[in-house]
């Protein structure tokens, strides 16, 4: 073995040992090289300062560092552990020993006053038969565990995994946080639920949005140009007909309110104080019990808590709107429009095959202090006005009626007027029985009362009538009368 030492001393510090290689005053410097020897497993190379033997001793500090230049670049230092083509290589391990106060380690790159600082690259080893080696930056374990931090310069900007192993990353107010993912990103929670906050939101707590294990809550107004839903015939079983016509009842007992909403509710930033229309779910629920969906609401952040939170499932509603349309569609069908005609309207109550079909009323309503409103059947007019048909179906037994009945009053009745239409020449008016092997009489008759008068009157032309001869027909001329009047008498009296 080769020792080189300086010798000992008791009151002033040890001597110093320098080994230098040689200067150059034009070309590079002569070269140092300290290295064990080889053999079938080589020697250990050891750098290191002796250690402290008095109570307040400091050992000395080792500084491994290239030589300053004033030109192009100083050195590199390069610490590595050799190669291998069996088994591993080396480790490279810089660490600060253990102290009774707070061990510390830094690893830094230069500065500069004119260029680009100096990086630090950490880089895995490469393999070309197997895994690249791992970069694991972990903090140190004690009564309270370090955190790792990765920051910008100035701290403005961070990465910190805590103590607790959570997970902080800060932007400056300024910056963006940008977030790529290749093919696919996926976010997991394993337990809670996941929020998502706006400094300045206005609503309390700051959170705008939130997804739980089962649904999704927003505390703001949320726009989507396009919605869809799962509807395919393949994902769904038990496919049957509904009772659209008691859908279509049920819908008349939900009844439509005008409200505001309380004021602890629009803290929460659901709404703003404006007065809305809507339903009330509890009663609701009295009808269409599956359009309700009950909670409890939790949100801490907000301070609200309220058990047995009632929701309504507007997308049921929707769809049940769709079936009460149709089922009024088949009573009041508007047709379709044609390059003849505009759309027709059927009006009709639905067929049966086992019992009545439904009636048919179009009235007006009552009024207690004023006039009831007035009915008016017409066709539009035209260059061939529509006629208008009432027609009693066929009957296999016994066939339905007409009647035309004007009101009745504690003062005058209603009366009956049956007038043709009027022109150059004027409509006739036909009052006749159906033909048959006996057919039906026609009764011209008023009712009973202290007087009763049949009056038919005829135009002023009307010179004289053939009737036949069972009966006689007279012209006369009442007192009060106007124009000429037909009494009718019996030929018989």
Excluded: C
Aim: no cysteine; charged share 15%.
């Amino acid at each position: 073995m080769v020792s080189l030492s300086a010798g000992t001393a008791s009151s002033v510090a040890g001597a110093s040992v320098l080994v230098q290689a040689g200067a150059s005053s034009t070309l590079a410097g002569g070269s140092m090289f300290v290295q064990s020897g080889s053999g079938a497993s080589t020697g250990d190379t050891v750098f290191g300062s002796a250690a402290a033997t008095g109570a307040i001793g400091a050992s000395g500090s080792v500084t491994v560092t290239s030589g300053d230049s004033s030109g192009v670049s100083s050195g590199d230092l390069t610490l590595g552990s050799g190669s291998t083509s069996v088994g591993s290589a080396g480790l490279v391990q810089i660490y600060a020993g253990q102290s009774a106060t707070v061990g510390s380690s830094v690893l830094g790159a230069g500065s500069s006053s004119k260029g680009s600082g100096g990086a630090v690259n950490l880089n895995g080893g490469a393999s070309t038969t197997s895994s690249g080696g791992s970069i694991a930056l972990l903090p140190g374990k004690g009564i309270s565990s370090g955190t790792v931090t990765l920051a910008s310069a100035d701290k403005s900007g961070s990465i910190v995994v805590g103590a607790d192993g959570s997970i902080t990353a800060t932007t400056a107010p300024t910056a963006a946080l940008n977030l790529f993912g290749g093919n696919a990103a996926n976010n997991t929670l394993q337990t809670g639920e996941w929020t998502f906050s706006h400094a300045e939101s206005p609503i309390s707590g700051n959170v705008n949005f939130r997804m739980q294990k089962d649904r999704i809550v927003s505390h703001v107004p949320a726009s989507f140009p396009v919605s869809t839903t799962p509807s395919d015939r393949r994902i769904k079983t038990e496919i049957e007909d509904v009772d659209q016509n008691d859908i279509l009842h049920r819908m008349q007992s939900l009844e439509v309110k005008q409200y505001r909403y309380t004021k602890e509710w629009q803290s929460i930033g659901h709404v703003n104080d404006d007065v809305v229309r809507g339903v009330i779910a509890q009663q609701v629920a009295e009808t269409f019990p599956e359009y309700i969906h009950r909670s409890d609401y939790h949100f801490p952040e907000k301070n609200f808590t309220m058990g047995q939170f009632h929701e309504v499932n507007k997308h049921l509603l929707t769809i049940d709107l769709l079936a009460a349309m149709q089922a009024h569609h088949r009573r009041f069908t508007v047709g379709r429009n044609n390059d003849g005609s505009t759309a027709s309207i059927q009006i009709t109550t639905e067929d049966a095959a086992n019992k009545a079909t439904g009636d048919v009323v179009v009235r007006s309503g009552e009024a207690s202090l004023q006039n009831s409103g007035q009915m008016l059947i017409q066709t539009g007019d035209g260059v061939h006005a529509g006629s208008i048909l009432m027609n009693v179906g066929t009957a296999q037994e016994t066939s339905g009626s007409i009647r035309l009945i004007s009101g009745s009053s504690t003062s005058n009745g209603g009366e009956v007027h049956v007038i043709s239409g009027g022109g150059v020449k004027s409509g006739a008016i036909h009052l006749k029985t159906a033909e048959s092997y006996t057919s039906g009489g026609i009764d011209v008759s008023t009712g009973v009362s202290n007087q009763d008068s049949v009056v038919i009157r005829a135009a002023m032309s009307l010179a004289r009538l053939n009737y036949p001869a069972a009966k006689v027909w007279l012209v006369e001329k009442l007192p009060s009368a106007l124009e000429p009047v037909l009494l009718l008498q019996d030929q018989s009296h």
